[in-house]
């Protein structure tokens, strides 16, 4: 018997030290951007900005593809109680508890917009991107911000999760972790077809 199936199942299993706060980073970004009133600046920062922008929105949606391997993971596992769920009893806000997927969509539809304004390029998200940001934000109200959530078996997936083979997902969330790049776990198809 491992320790885990002792003492329970982890909520994080170790993203925290390589999430940031999406919507504070990009707007941080953008207040930077704006600052200048000359356009050609404005430009130009943007141009410094746009691939560090796209880092941190591909690590914060390799997150919530990591969040949805995590819970199929551990809702597949024998009924054990689950650790270190800071949202545990907490009143339940929805507008709060997804108020950062929200900023995600927004985000998408947003910066397509600015890549051609600043750069003169189109840039369009994939389909599955949007997809799982939609998914994720999902999960979330299913879950009530996981305000009840006590045991894994009171997890709560999305019907287009896959949970089959889940067991994989933790291998590779393991290595996402020691590479300290989530977004490698959007690589890994998560969806049923």
């Known amino acids: 018997m491992t320790t885990d199936q002792l003492e329970g199942l982890e909520f994080d299993p170790g993203f925290a030290p390589y999430i940031l706060a999406f919507r504070g980073a990009v707007e941080y970004l953008y207040f930077d951007i704006n600052k200048f009133k000359n356009l050609s600046q404005k430009k130009m920062r943007f141009r410094q900005y746009h691939k560090k922008i796209l880092d941190?929105?591909?690590?914060?949606?390799?997150?919530?593809?990591?969040?949805?391997?995590?819970a199929a993971y551990i809702k597949t596992q024998p009924k054990q109680k689950i650790l270190s769920n800071h949202c545990y009893g907490k009143p339940y806000n929805e507008e709060e508890n997804i108020a950062e997927t929200k900023f995600c969509t927004e985000f998408t539809k947003l910066f397509p917009k600015d890549m051609n304004y600043f750069l003169g390029e189109s840039f369009e998200f994939e389909p599955a991107i949007l997809k799982l940001i939609e998914t994720y934000?999902?999960?979330?109200?299913?879950?009530?911000?996981?305000?009840?959530?006590?045991?894994?078996?009171?997890?709560?997936?999305?019907?287009?999760?896959?949970?089959e083979n889940a067991e994989e997902y933790k291998a590779i969330i393991d290595k996402a972790l020691k590479d300290e790049k989530l977004s490698?776990?959007?690589?890994?198809?998560?969806?049923?077809?």
């Not at 390799?62 to 995590?70: E, H, Q, S």
């Not at 490698?184 to 077809?193: A, G, K, S």
């Open 137 to 163: 934000e999902n999960f979330l109200i299913l879950n009530k911000g996981f305000t009840e959530t006590e045991y894994n078996t009171d997890i709560v997936l999305p019907h287009c999760i896959k949970t």
């Open 56 to 70: 941190i929105f591909y690590n914060n949606t390799g997150f919530y593809a990591g969040c949805l391997m995590w």
């Open 184 to 193: 490698e776990l959007l690589e890994t198809p998560i969806f049923q077809e």
